[in-house]
């Protein structure tokens, strides 16, 4: 199994940046596809955007030419590029991994939270 922890989430001005982290506990490349999710108070867990172990990603619409996934294969850690943030973008922020075998196109696990096996403990971003 894989550990996730993520980290660099905070506080910041609507307008602002902020990169996420994700490290994994293990070798993550060419294994797992990953992704990033978001939940805010009383919504849904909702797909920020995810990366399949070949590089590719997609995202959801609202945050598309915004923010960047990617990942370090050497340092088995995925991040999450947030630029432009607006009030809509706060909320809790979670990285998700799971092995290659169950994964499923990049736009199906992006609707399916369910799918992912393992995640982290979430970071906060506020937006103000």
């Known amino acids: 199994h894989v550990q996730l922890v993520e980290s660099g989430g905070g506080s910041v001005q609507a307008g602002g940046s902020l990169k996420l982290s994700c490290a994994a506990s293990r070798y993550t490349s060419s294994n797992y596809c990953m992704g990033w999710f978001r939940q805010a108070p009383g919504k849904e867990r909702e797909g920020v955007a995810t990366?399949?172990?070949?590089?590719?990603?997609v995202y959801a619409d609202s945050v598309k030419d915004r923010f960047t996934i990617s990942k370090d294969n050497a340092k088995n850690a995925l991040y999450l590029q947030m630029n432009s943030l607006q009030p809509e973008d706060s909320g809790m922020y979670y990285c998700?991994?799971?092995?290659?075998?169950?994964?499923?196109?990049?736009?199906?696990?992006?609707?399916?939270?369910?799918?992912?096996?393992?995640w982290g403990q979430g970071t906060q971003v506020t937006v103000s």
């Open positions: 990366i399949n172990s070949d590089g590719s990603t």
């Open positions: 998700a991994a799971e092995t290659l075998s169950r994964c499923v196109s990049n736009w199906y696990m992006l609707s399916r939270s369910d799918l992912f096996r393992y």
